[in-house]
């Protein structure tokens, strides 16, 4: 007979509700504060609504009717330095906070709408319009709200995508020696989204001071939490990670407040995560003004039993019993929120006859439609640039794989924002090529060995950069693995920018390995350089050389983009000439280098392909140009380079290694036939692997990927279309 023992979880997990005595306490200050608050947000909800039915917005509206009291409630328990990261069903979170920030000493029922009040009631409504005069500009609207100065990071559209971002934050609040804290909102829905666990355990692990917090409202668009979940209690999910956890009732604002004191009395303290899942319910449908009823996932009478417990009568209730409000009061409070309301409207709003539409100075100008995408790297200006063809110092031979990892070392020493995080890259000597060697003895608190969750990690440094005290250098060991983060890669880090209305900076810097040539198979060999070059907002560097790449490296962690680092594990033992106690130079983003001059074709190519392309070009004699492009980014590409050899050859090759599926040269080679048509004697050429993904067995990935006698039979092929003057040079 086996023995059992019954095992806890060493967290707590409570349920936490008011009693009178709980109303007795509490300061009427604050439940003035938090019944105007409530209000003005069910104000602002119901005219958005009717706003969206006479189609004055563009896309949808989540309303958060019947859940502010969770929002109001945990907000107002905030002090202005913490932060908050809002799900795509924001808008009580967002006023929240933002009210909360322009009110330091609350609201009151009496005067619930001054000035400041009426511009952040009006900048919110036009931002859910797409209008100028909104927070981003327009460019966010009702799932992507923004207002750093109040310590809004952001509503987010992607479920549960905010998670990571979230914990980046918290982690530069504990580093920055801060007890400000981070509240996540997210649905039920969310909780069952990997990056949201991810992140659970990533923050209990470094003991980050982040509340994790769950509206649940038990649908997600109209699948009951029950459907999707063994236990629906999703607070549950906090103890497995040692986070403590709280499951309060939602439809009661008091309740949410305690639990949130002590949820941050614990946050601050330096303990870690908390957990806090509090039961709510939507009136209406996942998005517009329907109720859920009318769609059939719901009864009218379930609708009517929770709307007979709405936050604000129970906030109303309790304060008339103990004379903290009159009726009279309460009824003079809802009159000026929604004729605040009213006005907005008004004023952003012209009728004609008897259509009403917005007025038409109010939209963002077409031309602001790529504004933001990226920065103007004037951050780069007046730097001391170098290149290896014209630098007059001393130099020295030196592995790839040594300079990079003395570049990041000699710039964590002259810049204490710099952290690198990733797997395995605080052990083995260096990580798992060397990249790292020295920093885990130097900075110990500053290199981080993630858990294998790319999504959270990498997410996670994008939530540094977008608060903006430290600077990331995230390190994907393989980079396949780009696809695990997919989500916090191009929909947020990517995205960001200009997402949020084009004047956010992201200095993020994303280091990854190409290991075609390893054996590794399908899932560890691809060259992502084509997948990446698609998504606006990332830069791409893809340095051939030692040199190369200090200067590279030195450009992107002084960028305020985002910045892809492309590395070849083919390169990193390579040797090659760097200068002798000088790792502080730069090469600009967007600039290519020659490194075979010649004038009978142009090559194009990156990476360990440069060299390959060099030796088949010589070993056939053939006088071709060969350009090392360097940055592979659309805004990165250096066309006076290129156009320039274009020009003079007339002939133009592109070669990649890797697979046609990820090509580069697609884009490539379509972007030089618009510019150059004129150009050129024949169609631009490529030179890339095979259809099929790489194996393991070496001839079928020798057949899989492109290599120096593929590039010798396209040139010899190409020879026989050149123009007459090229091939009398030859």
């Keep these: 007979m086996p023995i059992k023992k019954l095992l806890k979880p060493l967290a707590a997990w409570n349920a936490l509700n008011t009693t009178s005595k709980d109303w007795d306490a509490a300061e009427p200050a604050q439940l003035n504060s938090m019944l105007t608050c409530l209000h003005l947000i069910r104000a602002f909800e119901k005219t958005t609504l009717d706003c969206a039915t006479k189609g004055l917005v563009h896309g949808p509206v989540h309303s958060s009717i019947g859940q502010e009291g969770g929002a109001v409630g945990s907000i107002w328990a905030l002090k202005s330095g913490d932060k908050v990261s809002a799900s795509h069903r924001g808008h009580h979170q967002f006023l929240a906070k933002a009210l909360n920030y322009i009110a330091p000493k609350g609201l009151t029922p009496a005067t619930p709408v001054s000035d400041e009040v009426y511009a952040v009631l009006k900048k919110t409504l036009a931002e859910i319009m797409g209008l100028a005069q909104g927070y981003c500009k327009g460019r966010g609207g009702s799932m992507h709200l923004r207002w750093e100065a109040a310590g809004m990071l952001g509503t987010n559209a992607i479920v549960g995508g905010g998670a990571p971002l979230a914990a980046g934050v918290a982690w530069n609040c504990k580093h920055a020696g801060t007890d400000n804290v981070v509240v996540n909102y997210f649905g039920d829905g969310a909780a069952n989204i990997g990056s949201v666990l991810e992140s659970f355990n990533l923050a209990a692990a470094w003991k980050l001071p982040i509340c994790f917090f769950v509206e649940n409202n038990r649908f997600a668009v109209s699948t009951k939490v029950e459907e999707v979940t063994g236990d629906p209690r999703l607070s549950a999910r906090g103890p497995g990670f040692n986070i403590p956890s709280w499951r309060v009732d939602g439809m009661n604002p008091l309740a949410v407040f305690l639990a949130m004191q002590e949820a941050l009395a614990y946050m601050r303290a330096g303990k870690g995560p908390t957990l806090i899942e509090v039961e709510v319910y939507r009136e209406t449908h996942h998005s517009g003004p329907m109720p859920g009823s009318a769609f059939r996932y719901r009864s009218k009478e379930e609708e009517a039993l929770w709307k007979s417990r709405d936050p604000l009568d129970c906030m109303e209730k309790e304060m008339l019993d103990r004379n903290l409000v009159t009726r009279d009061e309460i009824r003079s409070l809802k009159i000026a929120a929604q004729d605040a309301m ?12 008897t259509d009403i539409s917005i007025k038409t100075d109010l939209w963002p100008q077409s031309d602001f439609c790529n504004f933001g995408i990226r920065g103007d790297l004037s951050e780069l200006a ?46 083995l000597g260096g990580g798992t090529n060397g990249a790292t060697k020295g920093i885990p003895e130097r900075f110990p608190d500053r290199i981080l060995g993630t858990p294998i969750s790319e999504n959270a990690f990498l997410g996670l440094g994008g939530g540094m950069a977008m608060d903006g005290r ?15 983060a997919a989500d916090q890669l191009f929909n947020q880090v990517a995205k960001a920018r200009h997402m949020y209305g084009g004047d956010l900076e992201m200095p993020f810097v994303l280091r990854t390995k190409i290991a075609i040539g390893t054996g590794y198979g399908s899932q560890h060999s691809m060259d992502p350089a084509g997948v990446f070059a698609m998504s606006p907002g990332l830069r791409i560097v893809a340095p051939s050389t030692p040199f190369d790449y200090i200067g590279l490296m030195n450009s992107a962690l002084t960028c305020k983009d985002p910045v892809l680092v492309l590395e070849h594990v083919e390169l ?18 967007g600039k290519a280098a020659v490194a075979r001059p010649g004038k009978a074709l142009t090559v194009l190519t990156y990476l360990s392909m440069v060299k390959k392309s060099v030796d088949a070009a010589e070993s ?9 492009l360097r940055s592979l980014d659309r805004a ?9 050899s274009i020009r003079k050859t007339n002939n133009v090759l592109i070669v990649e290694q890797g697979t046609l599926g990820n090509s580069y040269g697609t884009m490539l080679g379509d972007e030089i036939q618009r510019r150059y048509f004129d150009w050129l004697d024949q169609p631009v050429k490529r030179v890339h692997g095979a259809e099929a993904w790489p194996s393991v067995s070496k001839v079928l990935e020798s057949a899989a990927n492109a290599g120096v006698e593929e590039i010798k039979n396209e040139l010899l092929k190409m020879l026989k279309d050149v123009g007459p003057q090229q091939r009398d040079s030859h």
Excluded: C
Excluded at 620 to 628: H, K, N
């Design 342 to 353: 009213t006005r907005v409207v008004s004023e952003l709003t012209e009728k004609t006859g």
């Design 382 to 427: 007046g730097l001391r640039t170098e290149e290896l063809s014209s630098y007059a110092g001393k130099l020295q031979e030196v592995k790839l794989v040594d300079a990079a990892s003395a570049v990041m070392l000699r710039r964590m020493e002259s810049d204490e924002r710099i952290v690198v995080l990733g797997e395995d890259v605080h052990r």
């Design 470 to 484: 430290f600077i990331p250098v995230v390190e994907l060991m393989y980079a396949d693995f780009f696809w695990v």
């Design 572 to 589: 990193y033992q390579s040797v090659g000439l760097v200068p002798v106690e000088d790792l502080d130079y730069f090469i600009p983003l």
């Design 620 to 628: 056939l004699g053939i006088d071709a140009e060969v350009i090392d």
């Design 636 to 644: 990165g590409l250096d066309w006076e380079t290129i156009g320039g």
